[in-house]
């Protein structure tokens, strides 16, 4: 057998624990034309599955007949890439009827735009979209588009105010974007993007321990490979829920196992384990808070057991309870952190604690 356990990015895995109702849901609403999920954000920390979902989801409505789905990145020329990619994933019979549009010409070469290099403005491309778009609602045809990890640059908030335009046209255009909540927070409460505030959201969080414990058990059986429950449940702790994780752990388990998973077994792998966590992931999440976020995760990070007290940090910090609050929700919604209880708050990703003992000089 092939290695079921895939830790890389952007691929959907084998093994897609937890997500198949989001992606039927998904699926499903997208295709009311009344349903607020035809303008859906995905959000969640980094490796939480964001991607692998958005994938899926893409991948069956392009199944569809009636459906075209173009996968954007965050970049430059966003709208001229739209339409170059429309033009491309379009059957022939499609491709004859945007052909017909002034302003494009469709070849064997792909896509050229028949207007003067002076004349590509945004409104140029605009117009060039609406005819396209006037195309496809003929046939019935209608446009998701998806955007992965999305950065508020000025690009994108353009290429959303000209959908939220699409949409009181009642052009047949779906959006789904994902990202990291507080990239995500910042489209939604720019001035002239609150509509997003009205969009669908999905938040990804970390997936069911007992559904971890299954499918690490059901997996390796099929490969001939027993595993104690009190090693299962080891394995489950390891990955406190977290998507990547899970993945990882059962992949590096999955080269080296024989017949038998134990203790031994997960100790051989750990090195490789914390050091891929921390350059696949923990490396860039650091990276991307603030300064006084650093501080904070330190503070609990130098805490003598895994779950902290807000009093404690105060003391730590010595700062005053209001200030505190506000970081405190900043990381919480970043999902960096959670509260077991009230008032308690401890890392959401495993072994963050030690990845950032381990690497605290560069962060002081």
């Known amino acids: ?65 009636n459906w075209l789905v173009v996968n954007l990145t965050t970049n430059y020329n966003v709208l001229q890439t739209l339409i170059d990619s429309i033009c491309q994933k379009s059957s022939p019979e499609i491709k004859r009827l945007l052909d017909k549009i002034e302003g494009i010409k469709l070849s064997a070469f792909g896509i050229q735009f028949e207007y003067r290099l002076q004349e590509l403005t945004e409104t140029n491309y605009q117009i060039l979209l609406e005819n396209i ?22 690009e994108i908030k353009n290429f959303i105010s000209l959908y939220q335009l699409l949409i009181r046209e009642n052009y047949q255009i779906s959006l789904i974007m994902t990202g990291l909540p507080n990239k995500l927070s910042e489209l939604q409460n720019d001035d002239v993007l609150t509509f997003l505030l009205r969009s669908a ?92 976020d650093h501080s904070f995760v330190i503070a609990m990070a130098k805490a003598p057991t895994q779950v902290v007290t807000t009093a404690y940090l105060q003391q730590k910090l010595d700062k005053p309870k209001n200030y505190l609050s506000m970081y405190r929700k900043r990381l919480l919604d970043a999902q960096v952190i959670k509260s077991p209880a009230r008032g308690m708050l401890e890392f959401t990703l495993p072994y963050f604690k030690e990845y950032i003992l381990e690497n605290l000089k560069f962060y002081v």
């Open 201 to 292: 959201r999905m938040e990804l969080s970390n997936l069911d321990l007992l559904s971890i414990k299954h499918s690490y058990q059901d997996t390796f059986a099929k490969k001939g490979i027993t595993i104690s429950d009190d090693v299962l449940i080891a394995m489950v702790k390891k990955t406190k829920g977290y998507a990547y994780s899970f993945q990882l752990l059962g992949y590096l388990l999955w080269e080296i196992a024989d017949k038998k998973i134990t203790l031994a077994t997960l100790e051989q792998i750990q090195g490789e384990y914390l050091a891929t966590l921390g350059r696949n992931v923990y490396y860039k999440v650091l990276q991307e808070l603030s300064p006084v």
């Open 1 to 65: 057998m092939n290695n079921p356990f895939n830790p890389s990015f952007g691929k959907v895995p084998n093994i897609f624990l937890d997500r198949a109702h989001a992606v039927t849901k998904l699926s499903t609403e997208l295709q009311n034309p009344n349903s607020p999920y035809q303008t859906t954000l995905i959000y969640g920390v980094r490796g939480v599955g964001k991607t692998s979902l958005l994938t899926d989801v893409g991948n069956k409505m392009s199944a569809k007949k």
């Open 133 to 154: 778009l006037d195309k496809l609602q003929a046939k019935n045809i209608s446009l998701l588009v998806t955007i992965d990890e999305v950065d508020p640059t000025p």
